[in-house]
């Protein structure tokens, strides 16, 4: 009978300590300055690259598993409630007592999520890093960089074969390592050291909820789905370990990944990368004014036209209802963490890349 009060009290206890940690957290992203100098450029590439030492050599991915265990347990639990509400047992003091444990462990992920990555998303940056600022662009600008995108997309299409686009989980990976190892020569603060990139274990499930990869923030690991296009996967997995890189919102990830691939030896991914930008500025444009849209596309490579199809074909294939489901709960997520684009933060990468043209000339 003693057990019941000692639980209630260490339980107490923990939420109190999250609760106080929760709060710290918050006075930490008001900080000015305060994330990016103590944690995306100072315990954050420690914690991360401990993570990826750890469960970095393992083939699979192991935060798969974690993800997979959590909702196993959260499904039977919630079986196991709904049980004992319905058939009656469920006291007013065993509920609150279960909504208690709930909190606490709510909290606990709370406090880890934040601890291990959740703080980069109040960092300065790619942009304060490249001391290049974000500003409103003109049409005039936004058309020009989609034609030089579109151009760099043709030329490096003409020197891909069909063959060359699948590449193996193991081949992707390395030269995304081998791309990441040539952009940090010109910008150090890019090194990646403990590769842990994985193939993810629900691909397939992935086409239909609308996602191409995903970091995990608990195990250090990048996950990708294999079962996407070909093409498409060089710039998702720099897109990945960009964020593995403490680049938390989705328009810097984009970015990172794009300073990584456009200093690849490899054409399938410097294609890759300038065909994922051309998209993002073109669909902009096509909003702005159609009529130069329309222009731009029509001076694209057939093939890479055809590639642009390709890709719809295949995602088209695959949109139900639950997708736009997780679209709108995956936007939330991001607006509730400094994103308040939402979704529509991944296209304000061209931002990015207009302020770093203008900044260093460089497309």
């Given at each position: ?7 209630i009290?260490?339980?107490s206890?923990r ?15 008001r ?8 944690f995306?450029s100072?315990l ?7 993570l990826?030492?750890c469960f ?8 798969d ?6 909702i196993?347990?959260?499904i ?29 462990i709510c ?11 959740g ?10 890093q ?5 500003q409103p662009?003109s049409t ?10 579109a ?9 891909v ?5 699948k ?6 990976f390395?030269?995304?390592k081998q791309?990441?190892d ?30 191409t ?7 250090g ?11 498409v ?10 964020h593995?890189?403490?680049y938390?919102?989705?328009?810097e ?7 990584a ?6 054409n399938v991914?410097l294609?890759a ?24 596309r029509?001076s694209?490579d057939?093939?890479v036209?055809?590639?642009i ?18 679209n ?15 979704i529509d ?12 043209r203008?900044?260093y000339?460089?497309?």
């Open positions: 009978m003693q057990q019941q009060p000692n639980n009290k260490t339980k206890v939420l109190a300590i999250c609760v106080v940690l929760i709060v710290a957290i918050q006075c930490i992203v900080l000015d300055g305060s994330v990016e100098h103590w995306s100072g954050y590439p420690y914690v991360s690259g401990s990826r030492v970095g050599w393992l083939p699979f991915s192991i935060g598993l974690f993800y997979s265990c959590l196993l347990f959260f039977v639990k919630t079986m196991r409630f709904l049980k004992q509400l319905f058939s009656r047992k469920m006291t007013w003091k065993r509920f609150v007592g279960r909504l208690f444990r709930v909190v606490v909290c606990s992920l709370y406090v880890v999520f934040y601890s291990f990555w703080l980069n998303y109040y960092r300065k940056g790619i942009a304060y490249l001391k290049m600022e974000k662009y005039a600008e936004l058309s020009q960089l989609t034609k030089e995108l151009l760099k997309a043709s030329d490096y299409r003409k020197k074969s069909p063959n060359q686009y590449l193996d989980k193991s081949e992707l390395q030269k995304a791309a990441y040539s952009v940090e020569k010109i910008y150090p603060f890019l090194q990646f050291k403990h590769k842990s990139t994985k193939a993810s274990l629900f691909g397939g499930v992935g086409n239909y909820l609308g996602y990869g995903y970091y995990n923030p608990f195990s690991e990048a996950q990708v789905n294999m079962q996407t296009p070909p093409i996967l060089p710039s998702v997995v720099c897109h990945e370990m960009a593995q890189l403490g938390a919102t989705e328009d990830a984009n970015f990172v990944g794009y300073l691939a456009s200093h690849s030896q490899d991914f294609y990368i300038y065909l994922d930008l051309y998209e993002y500025a073109a669909s902009e444009l096509y909003v702005r004014d159609s009529v130069q849209y329309n222009a731009t029509q694209l057939t093939l036209r055809k590639d199809r390709d890709i719809r074909l295949f995602y088209l294939t695959y949109r139900t209802k639950m997708r736009n489901v997780t709108a709960i995956y936007g939330q997520y991001l607006k509730a963490n400094n994103q308040p684009q939402g933060t991944y296209s304000d990468v061209v931002s990015l890349l207009i302020a770093y203008k900044k000339g460089l497309i």
